[in-house]
Nanobody, 129 residues
Framework: QLQLVESGGGLVQPGGSLRLACVVS????????IGWFRQTPMNEREVVSC????????LYGEATKGRFTISRDNAKKTVYLQITNLKSDDTAVYYC??????????????????????WGQGTQVTVSS
């Protein structure tokens, strides 16, 4: 069974940077695209980014283009999310997610959260001075 564990969150000042990590276990990273989402108490969970394995295709949410960079290390079974120039609006719980329902689609990135069925526990990012 696929499991995802996020890490790397914390308290950071505006303008700072963080690198979040999502470690995949249970199956090889090769089989699944991995998405990053974020959620605040007032907002729905929104897509931050996603990366597929077969062609390395990436997507970014409209609010996260430019300052967010996704990458993967298949040997370490880890997907990273680098965030620069952090803003207070980036404060949220960040989750990584995977699709496992239909194998032909598992490695295709998607923006809709309901296309993902496996989620990590989340890591809190707080941007504050």
């Amino acid at each position: 069974q696929l499991q995802l564990v996020e890490s790397g969150g914390g308290l950071v000042q505006p303008g700072g940077s963080l690198r979040l990590a999502c470690v995949v276990s249970g199956v090889t990273l090769d089989d699944h695209a991995i998405g990053w989402f974020r959620q605040t108490p007032m907002n729905e969970r929104e897509v931050v980014s996603c990366i597929s394995r077969i062609d390395g295709a990436k997507l970014y949410g409209e609010a996260t283009k430019g300052r967010f960079t996704i990458s993967r290390d298949n040997a370490k079974k880890t997907v990273y999310l680098q965030i620069t120039n952090l803003k207070s609006d980036d404060t949220a719980v960040y989750y990584c997610a995977a699709k496992t329902r239909y194998r032909p689609l598992n490695d295709i990135c998607a923006r809709a959260r309901n296309e993902y069925d496996t989620w990590g526990q989340g890591t809190q990012v707080t941007v504050s001075s």
